[in-house]
């Protein structure tokens, strides 16, 4: 079981402060976020993708690569990569080089963002979401996995003879998850590729979350993947933790009353009653959490949304210590008991290579028009 | 697998916008939903009536506006609406058209919902000569969602209620008259319709290649 964050890299003042970070300090966080994450012994660190204020999250490969230069271990993600208005090709290149850089430290989950804007602004319509999810996802995944791709779509020039460089590193693609919140379209897919699928979570009640985890797991089994509770499934959640949890509901109020999203409309209590969001006590987000997989099976990824809503980042930063030194290994232990053998973990570089029979170096070298010879036949008959 | 067979009984969801209780939108709601009982009772239809009393909902529309999703006190008024087979939909009039909280609630019900759902409309207010905001304002509405709109809606203003009866007072009053023609005309185009049955997406999804070849 993976345990990690997640951001949206929002740039929203401290209501108890009335500060708003610039945009280089959220940045910068971000990498301390990150590093943070890594620190406490964390496996995922995630970022969103935005391209409008008031969020920082553009150019995410930028932001990973440079947390993957300064990191070890940590799986560098994206919650969500927007698989509809980013062309699928720089989609492929992108993350392909991010894997090499990072030694296949790399997943990612796509998603169709949710600013209507967007999609103009990159030359799309928002009434084609679906659509655009689907064929660009399609392309995607033959750009990472065919040398050469000849294409042609209803959304994008056509290609042909075209190769996405970098290959994947080893011959293996990074690891996909397809996040919805609400589409059973979105479900459907992630079964029909046998991709892991992400739900959100944090802004609805468990009962929906809950439905469209089925029908992944079903529809997952029907396109013989395995059976349904061998399916990969990631969720989202949302804490805030202090000792005492009446000291977590005060500190955290002020933020939740007017945080982005939700503010200004049910209190805390409705919801934390009606959304996975706990604030009180580390046990208190322990017996909550530890509680998900009675909804949804158990399950493989568990993000956290930590930094957000004006939290500045010395408080985040402490939220992440009490996450990964109080809360996480309780956790383990506990999605540990009773956990079938026959459940997997989620699929990294080094299992989806050990699945593929090995690495093995997938470079597509050039070939000379004349000639017709290669850079490293050229090089052999020197 | 054999289908079960199709309901012989009929849901009819009452919404009323009303804000003071008690309330004349309420009351002219009460009063559709009796004589729509009636209508179907003499073609041997049973009715399941829901009412859903929108101002109970008032925070939590708010709520589902700003946050996207449904209480479930919410939930369930949302469900018994577009579970059925025929809507009373009762509005007051305020400010040239249908109160906001009755906007609100149709705004976060799904788009498609009411499609082909026989909607019979009433509204409320002061004088009579707000009762053309059922023709301005609440039909296109209900049109938009593709709902069936029954000719005849009914406005009760409120000398409606004090108004004599004619002759002897044995005859119905106007109120009275509007009232039973709307309800005999819902109560016809249900019981003519097969029942309603919701679409589950969850279910039944949409196979992926069928998906793909979409485009």
């Avoid at chain 1, 969020?55 to 969500?80: C, D, H, K, N, V």
């Avoid at chain 2, 053309?132 to 049109?143: I, K, Y």
């Amino acid at each position: 079981m993976q345990f990690g964050i997640f951001t949206v890299g929002d740039v929203t003042t401290d209501p108890t402060t009335g500060r708003t970070p610039t945009e280089h300090e959220r940045i910068k966080a971000t990498v301390a976020i990150a590093k943070k994450a890594e620190e406490v012994g964390l496996d995922v660190f995630a970022t969103g993708e935005h391209h409008n204020p008031p969020f920082i999250a553009s150019a995410p490969t930028t932001t990973l690569a440079y947390i993957g230069a300064q990191t070890e271990r940590i799986i560098l993600s994206t919650a969500t990569t927007l698989i509809t208005t980013t062309d699928p090709v720089l989609i492929a290149e992108n993350y392909a080089k991010l894997q090499h850089l990072t030694d296949g430290r790399v997943d990612l989950m796509m998603g169709r963002g949710n600013t209507g804007p967007v999609y103009p602004w990159f030359g799309k319509d928002i009434r084609d979401g679906i659509a655009l999810a689907v064929e660009n996802y399609a392309l995607l995944h033959r750009l990472w996995r065919e040398d050469v791709v000849d294409w042609q779509g209803r959304f994008r020039t056509p290609l042909q003879g075209f190769t996405s460089t970098p290959r994947p590193l080893d011959g293996v693609p990074p690891f996909v998850w397809h996040g919805s919140i609400r589409s059973p379209e979105i479900a459907e897919q992630a079964a029909y590729y046998g991709d892991g699928f992400f739900h959100n979570n944090i802004f609805w009640p468990m009962s929906h979350t809950k439905q469209m985890v089925q029908l992944y797991r079903r529809r997952f089994e029907h396109y013989g993947h395995g059976a349904a509770d061998t399916a990969i499934v990631g969720l989202g959640g949302q804490v805030f933790m202090r000792p005492n949890s009446q000291d977590a509901i005060r500190e955290f109020r002020p933020y939740f009353d007017v945080a982005p999203v939700y503010g200004h409309g049910p209190s805390l209590e409705e919801f934390m009653d009606q959304t996975p969001l706990t604030v009180g006590s580390p046990q208190q987000v322990i017996d909550r959490y530890a509680a998900m997989r009675h909804d949804v099976g158990d399950y493989q990824r568990q993000l956290f949304l930590m930094d957000h809503a004006g939290l500045p980042l010395d408080i985040v930063l402490e939220q992440i210590e009490i996450l990964g030194t109080e809360v996480v290994p309780v956790l383990r232990r506990e999605m540990a008991i009773g956990r079938p053998e026959h459940v997997p973990d989620a699929p990294t570089h080094a299992s989806l290579v050990a699945a593929a029979g090995g690495a093995r170096d997938t470079t597509v070298h050039a070939k000379d028009d004349v000639t017709g010879r290669t850079a490293e036949n050229a090089e052999a008959t020197r | 697998m054999t289908n079960p067979a199709p309901r012989t009984s009929r849901r009819i969801a009452v919404v009323s916008a009303g804000l003071r209780q008690p309330s004349s939108t309420r009351l002219l709601a009460d009063r559709l939903a009796d004589a729509v009982n009636r209508q179907f009772a003499l073609r041997d239809v049973d009715v399941d009536l829901r009412v859903v009393e929108l101002r109970e909902h008032a925070h939590d529309l708010t709520n589902h506006l700003l946050s996207g999703f449904p209480s479930e006190p919410l939930g369930r008024a949302i469900e018994a609406v577009t579970t059925a087979d025929g809507l009373i939909a009762v509005s007051p009039i305020f400010t040239a058209s249908y109160s906001g909280l009755f906007k609100t609630f149709f705004d976060v019900v799904e788009a498609d919902a009411l499609e082909g759902m026989p909607v019979l409309l009433g509204a409320t207010g002061g004088t009579e000569r707000h009762s053309l905001a059922l023709e301005h304002a609440m039909r296109p509405l209900f049109t938009y969602l593709h709902a069936i709109v029954l000719p005849t809606a009914v406005y009760a203003a409120t000398s409606d209620w004090g108004s004599e009866q004619d002759g002897d007072g044995s005859a119905p009053t106007g109120l009275t008259r509007r009232i039973e023609r709307g309800a005999r005309e819902l109560a016809e185009l249900v019981t003519a319709r097969d029942p309603r049955e919701a679409a589950d997406p969850f279910a039944v999804p949409t196979p992926f290649e069928q998906l793909l070849a979409e485009g």
